[in-house]
């Protein structure tokens, strides 16, 4: 049977691959992206698997992040953005690689989780979202954040990125370009509608 | 005589295209530019010329600008972007054919004076700048910015920029991408370099 298919064997691989934190965080983000689903109309499983995988190199060394990326010809722009962004598409390939991960929607919530952008799909939505409202998640806003996300998954994304793009300012750090794309796409499609 | 050596017919010139108040603050930016240009090395009197000229047309009637952008094949890209910034591009064009200016490196900085880009010139950071910290602007934070431009340039339009991708965000509205650009480019020629 495929790892992906026994939970038990999954969860114990993914766990091996990180902190005891990130782990319970890993958690936390399946779960939300399984209530986001249900609330907002996307599949419930693939959000809960794409919560699951969504940080699975996170902890891996940077280096051996980037060695992903290089093997797979990622353009330099991503490789001299912050290092943060690398998991993110260095994971989406490592899932389907080691794990076997085919599905193409869970792929690209993986690969698209922590900068977004332009044309997200639901299921992209539901895990980004829910990588900023899982339960463990304690920062300045993140309350009324989730308190949005009850109602409106766009309002609430736009808010949660234009919050990483505000904090990125104010530490005088460079905003990967991509990021403020979805953020204006999302903004662009509510069309006028604030809160 | 050309009107660009004419002083005087400039200033009538420039006066009657726009409402008192945005002339007092023409006169600003110009006086603003050349202290700017003095202290970090540009040209005087581009800087002031550049300053005089920048929101040539930001009075004209929306339709009316967006048509000299029309004419010049300008990108929906920026058609399609906020009002507020025709002016700039409009402007840049205007003032060449209309005055008779053809200096590149002021109808550059008049260009961009708004948006800023990548690799701005010492001209256009000087113009940009000035446009932030001249003595009728008013604005939270205005003060903290000219002190930060009485000594580092590109950390005060970092700073100018960034505020900006700030207000917008918290007015919910779309950053121009151009702008983005800019700030990200100076915080990477920053180096890590921080205030």
Known sequence: ???????????????????????????????????????????????EMAGLLHDYCKCWEIDRQ????????YPAELLEADKELYHAFAGAIVVQQELGMEDPEILQAIR??????????LLEKVVCLADYIEPNRAFP?????RQLAEQDLDKALAQALGGTIHLLIGQRKQVYPLTLLAYNDIIKKLGGVTW
Do not use: C, N, P, W
């Not at 806003?141 to 954040?145: D, K, P, Q, S």
């Open 1 to 47: 049977m495929s790892i992906l298919h026994d939970r038990e064997r999954l969860l114990a691989q993914i766990r091996a691959q990180m902190f005891e934190k990130r782990y319970i965080h890993t958690l936390g983000v399946a779960e939300s992206a399984r209530i986001l689903a249900q609330r907002f109309g996307a599949d419930l499983d693939k959000a």
């Open 66 to 73: 980037r060695q992903v990326l290089i093997r797979h010809d």
């Open 141 to 145: 806003g993140v309350e009324e954040l």
């Open 112 to 121: 698209y989780h922590t900068t977004g952008r332009v044309d997200m799909t």
